[in-house]
């Protein structure tokens, strides 16, 4: 009874002890924060990477593909059926876009995605990303009339952009080119449709193609056929077929705020190699119809999206005589329950390997994931050196507070205290020091993480430095996510450090010899 | 203080289990009787300091008997706080046995040594010895906290604080409970300790110069205390000092001069 009633004194009335478990508190704190803020970093990152990667991608290791995609998604329903929720079919192809932007071509080197319209949005979070509250419902790769949604810091051209600003574009350009010189008029101009442009050193070079086998086919059934071959093509009414743009192409943030390069309603030029040997340039000019943002920088400045059948068309994918496509991928959708490795390892098994490779997206992203996961673990490490440090001082605290009351343990064990009753009053008391130190600090912790917006705007603020700068780590806010079991685990161990820091004093103590502590001096 | 009621109620235990029962079974209140209470029989103590071999104590015999109030007296350095503290379990002796109530207690294994210091034993020092952060009342408190488990204790809660109290008001302290030792004098101090000391109603009280660190007024207050304490409750004193005059209020005087016993 008296070592806790000693120990709850002590607590009580010696708070200079209280100072030493201060650092105990900080390194708790921190790592809670630390902690908090990293798995939130993640487990966003995760749900982006997610967002636009299905659960499982059957992909074939070239860019030909593999015909029938109907009998493969077959042969997977056969084999995982269980556990699969949906399946679509997509073609991904390297590509160059050119868009104009104040008069001049810009080229860069992208990815096409072609998607079935009908099944992608079931498969992936992809609609979620949309501009168009319709697109979001239902991506259809039409042109909308305006009220795209904005995002803080956008301009409202990309509201009222669509079928007006194409409208518009119409009429000024049609101005334009009536008294431009004819020089001017070339250069303004949209090339022709058959004409592809080249990025030829530092200027853009022209050049005639001839029509593709593929198109000629594909015209015959493909709905979305652009109508801009037809002599009559009036921008001002009709479009090209519609591609999906996202905001790191379509968008840059300057100093003086975020500037759209396209918008909805804008016409691109989309070049992708053909499928003979060796390959030759495809183009066509397509209609930007939406915008997406999916958080990943890679993926939104990197990925266009545009109808499958189109992109299988272009690449001359499609069989003349069955009319079968080859397609690139199937990205599979599981149930909520099901292990992904577990569904990738049975179609692992059942298709030969030097063709297909199978991933799950935590693959796909491995590499960051895994840095950003070794980053925690070293975080980790270093803090809990703090901690290990502030036991140090724990330590040290309590061989001065056992120094100090070596009469005070003389008279309790004059009094009939045993050894162990002296041990356990110096160890009750490194417990309840670290309680107090791990408890405070997980207080904190806790608090700094629920205002660590506010916390970061004010320092953003006092220093005029963004702690989290939204237009690199792509964050409005900065995400948390408070784990119970980390918590748990760091205050436990902390407390357990402080514990362990006390041990070798409380020794000391109980090793005293009562007639040495009570000499008289 | 001669209307001090009796500090050591009559004890009421029985003569099991404890080591060195036997002693417990209550002896007839009065004066000394012949059976020996506390002994010291040849107990060598020697000191290295510095590689040198001091010896304190060259075979010292005692005998106290039962409600005997005996003084020690000697010179510094003549050994007499190391033989209180041998008969008071505190250290233990290289040769010769301790001995209470007719049984060998320093070799008894720690626990029972533990439990014979909190039961059996009383000591005062001439420092007071009390611990700072506890008031005069948890103070007194401290040997019944040591003897209880956290149960027991809140128990026997109402019991201890007023046995404690009633002690404490005994020895003039009542208006002093709630005081820590920095707020007392050192005459109040020491008798805080006197209340420690028997607060277990032992049967047996250690002094050492319990006078020493005091004027001669208050000194002389502490004396009657003990020795009243001899007088209505039989309690067996050992008090231990310089002081010739201090030594002549007890019923008998022996001098400890280098390292062994001598009729003073």
């Known amino acids: 009874m008296y070592t806790l009633f000693l120990c709850w004194r002590y607590l009580r009335t010696r708070w200079i002890a209280l100072a030493s478990v201060v650092s105990v508190m900080l390194g708790v704190a921190t790592m809670i924060v630390v902690n908090g803020v990293m798995e939130g970093f993640t487990r966003e990152m995760q749900g982006r990477i997610h967002g636009i990667l299905s659960d499982v991608v059957f992909e074939a290791n070239n860019l030909e593909g593999f015909p029938d995609a109907a009998g493969h998604m077959r042969r997977i329903e056969e084999l995982a059926g269980p556990y699969i929720a949906g399946m679509t079919p997509t073609v991904a192809l390297p590509g160059q876009l050119a868009f104009e932007v104040d008069g001049q071509w810009q080229t860069r080197h992208v990815s096409f995605i072609g998607v ?102 594909a015209a015959l059934r493909n709905p979305f056929e652009p109508l801009n071959n037809a002599p009559q093509f009036d921008p001002s009414k009709d479009t090209g077929t519609g591609v999906v743009l996202g905001l790191g192409l379509a968008r840059v943030a300057s100093a003086d705020g975020k500037k759209f390069l396209v918008l909805p309603g804008d016409d691109v030029k989309v070049t992708v190699p053909t499928a003979t040997v060796p390959p030759k340039p495809s183009s066509d000019t397509f209609t930007v119809v939406d915008l997406y943002e999916s958080g990943m920088s890679e993926y939104d400045a990197n990925f266009i999206f545009m109808p499958l059948a189109k992109l299988q068309e272009m690449r001359g994918m499609i069989d003349r005589q069955s009319g079968i496509a080859n397609v690139t991928a199937i990205q599979i959708k599981l149930h909520n329950d099901a292990d992904g490795e577990h569904v990738r390892n049975l179609l692992r098994e059942a298709f030969p390997g030097g063709y297909y490779s199978v991933h799950t997206w935590r693959d796909k992203q491995g590499p960051l994931l895994a840095a950003v996961g070794m980053q925690t673990v070293i975080l980790n490490i270093l803090l809990g050196m703090i901690i290990l440090v502030a036991g140090f001082g724990i330590f040290a605290s309590f061989c001065m ?87 748990l685990v760091i205050v436990t161990v902390a407390i357990a450090i402080a514990v362990q820091a006390s041990v070798i004093p409380a020794l000391m103590a109980s090793f005293l010899k009562p007639v040495e502590a009570l000499r008289n001096e | 203080m001669s209307d001090m009621r009796p500090l050591v109620e009559p004890r009421r235990r029985g003569g099991t289990g404890a080591a060195g029962a036997p002693h417990l079974v209550s002896a007839p209140v009065g004066k000394p009787d012949d059976s020996a209470h506390i002994a010291a029989v040849r107990l060598t103590k020697s000191y290295r300091k510095a590689g040198m071999e001091i010896p304190v104590l060259r075979g010292v015999d005692l005998e106290v008997r039962r409600g005997e109030f005996l003084s020690i007296i000697g010179q510094s350095g003549s050994g007499k706080s190391t033989l209180l503290h041998l008969l008071g379990l505190l250290d233990a002796p290289d ?118 660190n005091l ?30 005059a201090i030594a002549a209020e007890a019923d008998r005087t022996v001098r400890l001069a280098r390292g062994s016993m001598e009729v003073a």
């Open chain 1, 116 to 217: 079935d319209t009908t099944t992608y949005g079931e498969v992936s979070d992809f609609n979620r990303y949309l501009r168009h509250p319709q697109s979001r419902k239902h991506l259809d790769f039409t042109l909308h009339e305006g009220g795209y949604d904005l995002v803080e810091g956008e301009p409202d051209t990309l509201k009222n952009s669509g079928w007006p600003h194409r409208r518009q574009k119409a009429v000024t350009g049609a101005a334009k080119s009536a008294v431009a010189l004819p020089t001017a008029v070339a250069k303004a101009e949209q090339p022709p449709p058959d004409e592809v442009v080249i990025r030829d050193g530092y200027r853009y070079r022209r050049v005639r193609q001839a029509p593709q086998p593929g198109e000629v086919v």
């Open chain 2, 215 to 244: 004027d001669s007024e208050t000194g002389r207050e502490i004396l009657r205390i003990l020795r009243t304490l001899n007088d209505q409750q039989n309690v067996t004193i050992i008090m231990v000092t310089h002081d010739r």
């Open chain 2, 95 to 212: 040769s010769g046995e301790v001995q209470l109530g007719g049984q060998r207690i320093d070799n008894l294994p720690m626990h029972k040594r533990d439990w014979i210091r909190n039961q059996e034993l009383g000591m005062i020092f001439q420092f007071y010895h009390l611990l700072p952060e506890l008031t005069a009342l948890e103070n007194v408190l401290s040997p019944l906290l040591i003897s209880e488990g956290i149960f027991s204790y809140f128990r026997n809660r109402r019991r201890h604080v007023q046995r404690a109290t009633e002690l404490l008001e005994q020895v003039g302290l009542g208006h002093r409970l709630k005081h820590r030792p920095s707020e007392l004098s050192g005459g109040e101090m020491q008798r805080a300790a006197i209340a420690r000391a028997l607060a277990a109603q032992p049967q047996v009280l250690l002094a050492d110069e319990p006078t020493g």
């Open chain 1, 401 to 487: 507070i056992v120094a100090e009351k070596r009469r005070d343990i003389g008279i309790l064990k004059s009094l009939g205290a045993s050894s162990a009753g002296v041990m356990s009053i110096f160890l009750s008391y490194g417990l309840s020091l670290g309680i107090v130190g791990a408890g405070a600090g997980m207080l904190i912790g806790l608090v700094f993480i629920a205002n660590i917006q506010w916390i970061a705007d004010l320092i953003a603020r006092l220093t005029g430095q963004e702690v989290f700068d939204p237009t690199i780590y792509y964050f409005q806010e900065i995400p948390t996510v408070v784990e119970p079991l980390t918590v």
